[in-house]
């Protein structure tokens, strides 16, 4: 099963609009897509209306407000987010909870190539020597680290790690999430990661999976400092270990195949 991450959707809705109101070709790949959060309210932002300008005689904004009002007639795209136009040009990409909760569920779901789920931890399939300690980053080892103690925990504690235990995903997309921002930059992060490996140059670069691994660790070190899953309501808390979970996994997606951390399991 491959995930389709709301960034490839956006990308692939932008490049439609433009070709809808100016007849400019663009691949999906052409439209520029940021993660804004945190340093922007915004989960996603695009430079793409500054890009073209010169091509079409026309103001970054003018065509910003343009790609905005075709993509916000569209019923479909605005209950999964909202777009929105700014002075110079630029846009922001706003995700509804609908939408962020479908991706949680989704990169939960996500059966990657190598990788199984046995007993609540996600394991490669062909488990081989681990040169853990001489190859990888230490935050991120120790990112990983927790991520496993906080699952083992919670298994112990009442089961509430298991896939079993989660609500339906008809409940969980029907629930306002309230998210910490940290939990946001989290999940932002993941979604940069599983659009990484789903595209085409995945393999090309261990200095793209390094610096990938990294900021993930660090987001997750974020969360780790922010977000209790112990003594907060159950619905918060299973909601905190799915992005566990999710980060655990792809932690171990992104590391070099040599890396499979069976040390922390």
Not at 197 to 205: D, Q
Not at 245 to 265: F, S
Request: aromatic share 10%; proline share 3%.
């Amino acid at each position: 099963m491959n995930f389709i991450s709301p960034s490839q959707i956006i990308q692939i809705t932008i490049a439609d609009a433009i070709n809808l109101v100016f007849g400019t070709l663009l691949t999906p790949r052409e439209i520029s897509l940021e993660v804004g959060y945190p340093k922007y309210e915004a989960h996603y932002t695009s430079s793409i209306a500054l890009a073209i300008a010169n091509r079409l005689n026309l103001s970054p904004f003018q065509i910003a407000e343009a790609i905005t009002l075709t993509c916000s007639q569209n019923s479909a795209i605005t209950s999964q987010w909202q777009i929105q136009a700014l002075g110079k040009g630029w846009l922001n990409i706003f995700l509804s909870d609908q939408c962020i909760a479908e991706s949680l569920l989704a990169l939960e779901q996500w059966q990657i190539e190598g990788i199984t789920n046995y007993e609540g931890f996600w394991q490669k399939s062909n488990i081989s020597i681990d040169f853990t300690n001489k190859s990888l980053d230490p935050i991120v080892q120790y990112a990983y680290a927790r991520c496993c103690a906080l699952i083992r925990l919670a298994k112990l504690f009442d089961g509430a790690a298991s896939p079993r235990h989660q609500k339906s995903g008809s409940d969980f997309t029907a629930q306002s999430l309230h998210l910490e921002a940290a939990e946001i930059g989290l999940l932002m992060q993941n979604l940069v990661i599983a659009a990484y490996l789903e595209s085409e140059n995945s393999t090309s670069s261990n200095k793209s999976r390094t610096k990938l691994s990294r900021s993930l660790a660090e987001s997750f070190l974020q969360f780790y400092d922010h977000c209790r899953i112990f003594g907060v309501s159950r619905e918060v808390a299973l909601r905190r270990l799915l992005i566990i979970r999710i980060t655990q996994k792809l932690l171990l997606a992104i590391a070099p195949p040599e890396i499979n951390y069976a040390m922390y399991l």
